[in-house]
Every structure is written in structure tokens, then in C-alpha cells.
T-cell receptor, first 114, second 115 residues
Framework: DSGVTQTPKHLITATGQRVTLRCSPR?????VYWYQQSLDQGLQFLIQ???????AKGNILERFSAQQFPDLHSELNLSSLELGDSALYFC?????????????FGPGTRLTVL | AQKVTQAQTEISVVEKEDVTLDCVYE???????LFWYKQPPSGELVFLIR??????QNEISGRYSWNFQKSTSSFNFTITASQVVDSAVYFC????????????FGTGTRLQVFP
């Protein structure tokens, strides 16, 4: 158990809908990362937050947004969902966010868009 | 641009064989970090190792060993005496150290170990 929690574990929804994925980092970790794992794109970095502020952005679609709250949990919002958004979404956390320490990954949220 | 290449898509071995998973990286940074993660069939990502660009010493942890060669930009992973429980997808990853340590992953190598 990495100490990173993600909810829900599975999510099935329809095209055009909006969903919110939630992540709680390990106790004491200030940085949260979101990654998407899909069959065609592999494991891709989406976005990073550090202590409530956006630190880095990757290949994140404009339909997707994220935020980190004062209690350090993070949410990833996916809207106007398309079939191609079906993927495993991972959240990871680390203490500092810039010293390339180990990132601890949550179990992932599997999103299926029908 | 940073890039990680894992040319081996899938490897199949029989138990007790040794197997090496290749990883080649590209970066313009002089300071960077390399990682290996394991993704078993259950789906979670398990951290295996982290090396920084200034430490080229090989590392051994039980049946696992890693060979980091800056001259060839490679960070290969060897499993000695493989076991069925080693069956998983293995990812090599790279991170820069300035401002963000987001991970750039390779495409992964699926290892199947047969009894």
C-alpha cells in the first residue's frame, strides 16, 4: 500500500458526460501528479500540483482540468468525455515535487466511456 | 526533448532464466534521474529503483540488478533466476530535476515468465 488513495476505483459513463476523479496524497507529501495510461498513448504525464499551485503541465486536453485543495487532496475533472478518454488514471505524490524523489502511485481509477 | 525508449515490447522466458530489459534515454539535462517501475497484472505501479545521473555504479537488490551507462544513455534491468511472480509490465522512466520532477515513461516491456 503506497499510502496514496484514489476514488472511485472504476467509473463507467457515457460520451459527453463529466466526471471527477479524486486523489489523496500520502501524509506529508505536498506534490500531486496525474498520469493517464491508455493503450495507444501509454503512460503520459498530465499535470502536477505543488502545495496548491500548478507546477507543470503535460499533454492535458483543454477538456480536462485539475486542482489541489488546501488539505492537499486533488481532483481531476474530465468533461465532454469521448470514447478515447477511456483509460487508467493514476495519481502519484511526492514530498517536494522537484528533487526527483520517489513518486508513490495510487491504485488508479479505471474510466470507461461508452 | 526528453525521451525513453524500451525497444522490447514483450519477452517470454521460462522460470529460472535470466532476463535483461533494455532502456535507452535521451535528455539534454546534465542532472537527471532514472527509474524503473513494475506494473503487475493487478494494475498498480510499484517503484523499483531510482538513480541519479552522477551515480554510475551498478546496483543489485536480491535477484534484481541495474546497469547504468551514461556513455550509451542506457539503464538496463536484469532479473536473475526469473520467477512466475516476476510476470508484469516494466517501465523505465526519466525525470529532469529543474522545477518539476514529472516522469517521462517508456512504452514498457511485458515480461512473461512461464513455469
Amino acid at each position: 500500500d503506497s499510502g496514496v488513495t484514489q476514488t472511485p476505483k472504476h467509473l463507467i459513463t457515457a460520451t459527453g458526460q463529466r466526471v471527477t476523479l479524486r486523489c489523496s496524497p500520502r501524509s506529508g507529501d505536498l506534490s500531486v501528479y496525474w498520469y493517464q495510461q491508455s493503450l495507444d498513448q501509454g503512460l503520459q504525464f498530465l499535470i502536477q500540483y505543488y502545495n496548491g499551485e500548478e507546477r507543470a503541465k503535460g499533454n492535458i486536453l483543454e477538456r480536462f482540468s485539475a486542482q489541489q485543495f488546501p488539505d492537499l487532496h486533488s481532483e481531476l475533472n474530465l468533461s465532454s468525455l469521448e470514447l478515447g478518454d477511456s483509460a487508467l488514471y493514476f495519481c502519484a505524490s511526492s514530498h517536494s515535487g522537484s528533487s526527483s524523489g520517489e513518486q508513490f502511485f495510487g491504485p488508479g481509477t479505471r474510466l470507461t466511456v461508452l | 526533448a526528453q525521451k525513453v525508449t524500451q525497444a522490447q515490447t514483450e519477452i517470454s522466458v521460462v522460470e529460472k532464466e535470466d532476463v535483461t530489459l533494455d532502456c535507452v534515454y535521451e535528455t539534454r539535462d546534465t542532472t537527471y534521474y532514472l527509474f524503473w517501475y513494475k506494473q503487475p497484472p493487478s494494475g498498480e505501479l510499484v517503484f523499483l529503483i531510482r538513480r541519479n545521473s552522477f551515480d554510475e555504479q551498478n546496483e543489485i537488490s536480491g535477484r534484481y540488478s541495474w546497469n547504468f551507462q551514461k556513455s550509451t544513455s542506457s539503464f538496463n534491468f536484469t532479473i536473475t533466476a526469473s520467477q512466475v511472480v516476476d510476470s508484469a509490465v516494466y517501465f523505465c522512466a526519466l525525470s529532469e530535476s529543474y522545477n518539476t520532477d514529472k516522469l517521462i515513461f517508456g512504452t514498457g516491456t511485458r515480461l512473461q515468465v512461464f513455469p
